[in-house]
């Protein structure tokens, strides 16, 4: 296979995940150049801008040049259920594509993170942040996602941003109201969510949405966190697994009564004490609806570790690498289109890096990696020049 490009990266998202009609749509190539500047790790709209400039990427992505004000003014207006539905569409086409085939139980995690920091308020979205003692130090965006977890591919795909009086829990119960009727029900095995989800009406959405639900319990749930170290604190583990070089220790059990305003029969609580080989111990419970013929314990803690992906895979990368915290123009329509255009770079790029790419028995390459090959092949001149 010749080197892959981003030239080859385009195609692969056109042809295989369907984004063509979403590259044709505005017309003259801002999502392209938008997209592969961030998969070139090229954050800022200026840099957009001299990337299409150059002659390789000319030929590749856009039609025309364009300064980055215009860039400004286009994600200002862009509407951002195209893009929303894109990436849909990229995770649907990558399922019949047979991506997650061998995966036991694809999962969906949704959480909340802080991405873009300024001295002002610039936009309706800037919330405060305060310091100790509630002085206004400063502004930043927040915003809940939801993410593909669970099947050794984490695709982020959707963003939801909260400002001022608004909450994480609340556009989290947006995400879960949107994205997972948008992606379909069956598309996913469960949801996983930490403590602050785990409360009757979340519960009962996501019921709603047929979508089982792993949740950390905490000490926000005082009855039955109560119940749960009366009963698993006195009793030997259920079982006793290996996960690499942790031992785990495994409590379950599904009798437990629901809180007051939970319409559940009864709840499933997993609670897992994993020992590292250097002493160090972790320790958490979780509250499921999921049945154990369903899922055994064992896949309830991977589940459960699952959530890590959207920290660590999702915020982190994106924040990391894809310059997720940085604000190129500072308005709420904008910052949201970028964000989400920053999403589906992700999932382009990795669908392609992890399932297209590494066909056979090979190791597949990292983002870093990748990455170096793409700026290497834009640098390289296209054909001899005869003048
Ligand atoms: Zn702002």
Redesign the pocket.
Known sequence: MKAPTPRTLLRYAGKCLGLEEYFRDPGDGRPQAMLISRVLREISFHAVEKLVQSSACRAMCVAQTFGDDALGYFTERLDPAVTRAALIDALHRAKRNKAFQEVRFVGLAIDGTTAGR?SN???P??RPRRDAHKEVIG?H?DLATISVVGGGLTLPFDAEPYGPGDSEYAAGQRLLARAVPDLGARFADYLVVDGGYATAPFLHAAGKAGLPVVARLKSNLPELSQAVEKRFGSCPPTHVYRDGKDRVEIWDADDFDPWETLRWTTVRVVRYRQHKPDGSTIQADWLTDLSKRRAGSLSVYHMAKSRWEIENQGFNDAKNRYGFEH?CH?HANS?LIVWLITLLAIVMERLYRIRFLHRGTHVACSADQLCLVFRLSLSRPRSPNTG
Request: net charge neutral.
């Open positions: 300024s308020q610039g936009c979205l800037c502004y965006h604000t500072h910052i």
